[in-house]
């Protein structure tokens, strides 16, 4: 089964400074999906950003991008430009293709922005 | 567009009782999962529905069930309620199958067995 590490489990960053959240998981498929999701507060799931393993470039939404090592094993999530809307619990998350492990989560980073 | 919806928002049970919950999803989606979240195990895949039809089942005890109905709403029930069924329940729809699209979750439902 996959597993997906978030090794952070509260993070805090001044308004307007950058952050980066961790991620590594583990798999042994050469060809998946993963992506960071956002739960305000208000706990609707908003999906940030996807990357698809086949793809090199990292992507990119905004103020959020990710660093993906592949071979590392390593999907970080960097946010510029903090605001108070980013607070959050974020989610990384893996997904190859189905069977029981689905759409597989880690454990969550509590993001705190101080004003 | 409106959203996907949850209902109920809350819900109160009694252990050995049974739940059915419901989900709509975004008009046009067709492809519905469910996801139980709770403080110790996280977020955890419950099963995954497209086109009436059950794609993939998480590694839950088979008294979660569902279906998915020709309107694309979804039903997920639980029965013989236990402690520890007490969580989140959260649906997400998306429009092809897989869980590879962009998901749009509901607001959840909270289930609380006592």
């Known amino acids: 089964a996959q597993t997906v590490t978030q090794s952070q489990p509260e993070m805090s960053v001044q308004e307007a400074e950058t952050v980066t959240l961790s991620c590594t998981y583990d798999?042994?498929?050469?060809?998946?999906?993963l992506f960071w999701y956002k739960q305000p507060p208000s706990r609707q799931m908003i999906l940030v950003i996807r990357?698809?393993?086949?793809?090199?470039q990292n992507a990119t939404e905004n103020r959020f991008s990710v660093n993906f090592q592949k071979a590392a094993k390593s999907f970080s999530l960097k946010i510029s430009d903090s605001q108070l809307g980013d607070a959050a619990m974020y989610f990384c998350a893996y997904y190859s293709g189905g069977g029981a492990d689905g759409l597989t989560f880690g454990k969550g980073t509590h993001l705190i922005i101080q004003p | 567009k409106a959203g996907v919806t949850q209902t109920p928002r809350y819900l109160i049970k009694t252990r050995g009782q049974q739940v059915t919950l419901s989900c709509s999803p975004i008009?046009?989606?067709?492809?519905v999962s469910w996801y139980q979240q709770t403080p110790g195990q996280g977020l955890q895949f419950l099963f995954e529905?497209?086109?009436?039809?059950?794609?993939n089942k998480g590694n839950f005890p088979g008294r979660f069930s569902g279906r998915q109905f020709s309107n694309s709403r979804s039903e997920m029930n639980v029965s013989t309620l236990e402690l520890g069924d007490s969580a989140l329940y959260l649906c997400?729809?998306?429009?092809?199958?897989?869980?590879?699209?962009?998901?749009?979750f509901g607001n959840g439902t909270r289930l609380t067995v006592t």
């Open positions: 990357q698809e393993a086949y793809k090199q």
């Open positions: 798999t042994s498929e050469s060809d998946y999906y």
């Open positions: 529905y497209f086109s009436e039809t059950q794609r």
């Open positions: 008009s046009g989606h067709r492809s």
């Open positions: 997400a729809s998306s429009q092809d199958q897989g869980l590879n699209s962009p998901l749009h």
